[in-house]
T-cell receptor
């Protein structure tokens, strides 16, 4: 089943913060986050493997709440380069599954 | 590290012809490679899972005789779109799973236009 992302789209001014959520109706074993710019392939941001895990990548970080079956991506002090569509991907079945099902994406636009 | 290349980046062909797309992991070995299709402003849809030395696993609704996948080595997988039609026009993206981890890295994609 496809994970649900929210919001669908968000517009930020440079320097503002944003949170993108990814939730699943079934058990989550891991969550993969990607950013895709128009006309390009998705770029790997991070993967969270354990419940309660939090990871950071410059000013982009994420958390994984296994019990709530959701993950959140945090973008702080946004930059113009953060613009793009963010996708979360979750394993199709089981912890060992490498087949990912992606959400519909969240389009982030950062304006000056 | 973790670079995946895809060739060609763009291809325009006539209806009825076949097109081959190559996906290579340049600096790591990939146990599994995946082929996705993406329509404008939509999400990534998994077409098939490709394992080195074995037959690909296709998703429901994907014609295996139309989308031929060959995974010749731990660094190369190819997708051949046979007898292409305009409705096959799309953005095709491959990804490779790092053999030592869970990360999946995407190639730059191939924009296929069938006239």
């Amino acid at each position: 089943q496809q994970p649900v992302q929210s919001p669908q789209a968000v517009i930020l001014r440079e320097g503002e913060d944003a949170v993108i959520n990814c939730s699943s109706s079934k058990a989550l074993y891991s969550v993969h986050w990607y950013r895709q710019k128009h006309g390009e392939a998705p770029v790997f941001l991070m993967i969270l493997l354990k419940g309660g895990e939090q990871k950071g990548h410059e000013k982009i970080s994420a958390s994984f709440n296994e019990k709530k079956q959701q993950s959140s991506l945090y973008l702080t002090a946004s930059q113009l380069s953060y613009s793009g569509t963010y996708f979360c991907g979750t394993p199709r079945s089981g912890a060992g599954s490498y087949q990912l099902t992606f959400g519909k994406g969240t389009k982030l636009s950062v304006i000056p | 590290g973790a670079v995946v290349s895809q060739h060609p980046s763009r291809v325009i062909c006539k209806s009825g012809t076949s097109v081959k797309i190559e996906c290579r992991s340049l600096d790591f070995q990939a146990t599994t490679m995946f082929w996705y299709r993406q329509f404008p402003k939509q999400s990534l849809m998994l077409m098939a899972t490709s394992n080195e030395g074995s037959k690909a696993t296709y998703e429901q609704g994907v014609e295996k005789d139309k989308f031929l996948i060959n995974h010749a080595s731990l660094t190369l997988s190819t997708l051949t779109v046979t007898s292409a039609h305009p409705e096959d026009s799309s953005f095709y993206i491959c990804s490779a799973n790092w053999i030592l981890g869970n990360e999946q890295f995407f190639g730059p994609g191939t924009r296929l236009t069938v006239l």
